[in-house]
């Protein structure tokens, strides 16, 4: 059974040798396909997961007595899934994420589209969102407890092992102050016994053994992540004048959305988008000062970032009216149908120098498109869906249109009710599609939805681990799990 192609990226490097790849990840495979001849460049595999616990996190000691001992058969071990890309600026790298090893893998792509694995590094807790500075020098990884690190995009064996010699040098071991001789009532005596036994029982946390920095944490779960390089045109309404600014925007399942300086200030919040009643799942900028947020909202959020100020609110519901009957998108299935954002992308339009926001909702077989006239409230809200043969996956935009990857293998608006296995073998995994501005509405042509010829290869390509779907689930869906439970509610 084809594997759906769980999340791409473009990438169009503009030189001496101009360079047009769809990087496609598909189960633990990556694929470069060129977007001018069709051809699949490289494929790189993602290697078996050991059975050993990832470098950098072990397991608490035995709290009691050691359980019976079980035999455990020996299955094929399986090979980690890619959850992540991101592609540096000047389309030189490609960064992967690989979900059950938490393993974050650099490459080099070449001029002929070939994939080099430079390094890779084991984070502490499974990565939810990656970005790469606009310098191309440092790496930004999310994960969902709320961390935010910041790691060198070049990466050598030996700056790893001149890191470990510092992490293998053993902090100072606590100590009590207080000793048997200076304690004289029974309740310090039982404080000290317990501080006593807590030393014996307590297992120092193995240190990262690479280079790396705490930018900041949030108390709530993490959901997604934004670099924001702003010039001095872009700050020139707030009476700035000296160069330019960097900012750190993150959002979590509080409903918040955090707007903290760059680096080296990371540590200083700016300020929040506060508006939100339900998670926010993702973010997208639709100009340098205009964010457009969505999560378990049944609105879309405008927002000026900056100043933290909310200017719009667009109904999706709205916008899903316009949507034919397609699958188990349908019926009372339709009017019931849960709203979760599960990706919102700006798309530069051919003959305008503005953007169109494409948003995609957890199950939905369609893509959302809006112009920026609406977005800025000089227009009526007039939005547009069309429909899809599948549940959108991802969106990559590139400079002549979009590529978008539909789930092959459920039923099209469904999570988890799947196609018979004839249907799954010839449904179009990528489509291509092309847009414009009528009329402050923004319109994908449907003509262009049959597909590319250059993406024939890789929709015909099986890149499924033994025709497994086993867990495609939990890969390709997620998002409404952030969902709070047994709450009163909004209206």
Not at 6 to 11: D, P
Not at 86 to 111: H, M, N, P, W
Not at 399 to 408: A, H, K, Q, R
């Amino acid at each position: 059974m084809k594997h759906p192609y769980q999340c791409i990226a473009a990438l169009d490097r503009v030189g001496p040798q101009e360079v047009k790849l769809l990087l496609a990840a598909s189960a633990h495979n990556l694929l470069t396909i060129d977007l001018t001849t069709g051809e699949v460049r490289s494929i790189w595999s993602a290697p078996s997961s050991s059975a050993d616990a990832p470098e950098g996190e072990q397991s608490e000691p035995p709290q009691g007595p050691p359980e019976k001992k079980r035999k455990i058969s020996e299955g094929p071990a399986s090979r980690p899934k890619i959850i992540k890309l991101a592609v540096s600026t000047d389309g030189q790298y490609v960064v992967a994420i690989t979900g059950e090893d938490k393993c974050l893998r650099v490459f080099s792509i070449e001029s002929s589209g070939q994939l080099k694995q430079l390094s890779e590094r084991s984070m502490p807790k499974r990565p939810c969102a990656v970005a790469i500075t606009q310098d191309n020098q440092t790496i930004l990884c999310a994960d969902k407890f709320g961390d935010v690190y910041a790691l060198p995009l070049q990466h050598t064996l030996e700056d790893e092992q001149a890191f470990a010699i510092q992490a293998e040098q053993a902090p100072k071991a606590f100590v009590p102050a207080a000793t048997n001789l200076t304690v004289h009532t029974a309740r310090n005596r039982r404080a000290l016994e317990a501080q006593l036994k807590q030393e014996a029982q307590t297992k120092s946390k193995e240190p990262l053994r690479f280079k790396h920095e705490l930018l900041l944490g949030h108390v709530s779960m993490l959901t997604d992540l934004l670099l924001i390089h702003l010039g001095p045109e872009d700050l020139k309404s707030d009476g700035c004048s000296s160069g330019s600014r960097n900012y750190i925007l993150t959002s979590d399942r509080d409903e918040h959305i955090r707007v903290s300086r760059g680096q080296p200030q990371s540590h200083v919040i700016e300020g929040f988008c506060l508006g939100h009643k339900e998670f926010v799942s993702k973010m997208c900028l639709a100009t340098p000062r205009m964010l457009v947020s969505g999560g378990g909202d049944d609105h879309l959020f405008v927002w000026d970032w900056l100043r933290g100020r909310l200017l719009r609110k667009i109904p999706i519901r709205d916008i899903l009216a316009s949507i034919p009957d397609t699958g188990e998108f349908a019926g009372e299935k339709r009017h019931n149908f849960t709203i979760a954002v599960s990706g919102i992308w700006a798309a530069p339009q051919r003959t305008e120098e503005k953007n169109v926001v494409f948003v995609a909702l957890e199950g939905l077989p369609a893509l959302l498109s809006l112009s920026l006239e609406v977005l800025q409230g000089a227009e009526p809200i007039r939005a547009s869906a069309v429909p899809l043969p599948g549940n959108v996956l991802d969106v990559a935009a590139e400079s002549n249109g979009l590529v978008i990857s539909v789930d092959n293998i459920h039923v099209p608006g469904s999570t988890t009710g799947v196609r018979t296995e004839a249907e799954a073998e010839t449904a179009t995994r990528l489509l291509w599609a092309e847009s414009h501005v009528e009329g402050g509405k923004a319109i994908v042509d449907a003509p262009a939805m049959s597909g590319k010829s250059q993406l024939a290869r890789a929709n015909q390509l099986d890149t499924a681990e033994n025709g497994s779907s086993e867990g495609l689930g939990e890969l390709l869906y997620g998002i409404a799990n952030l969902r709070k439970r047994g709450g009163s509610g909004d209206d």
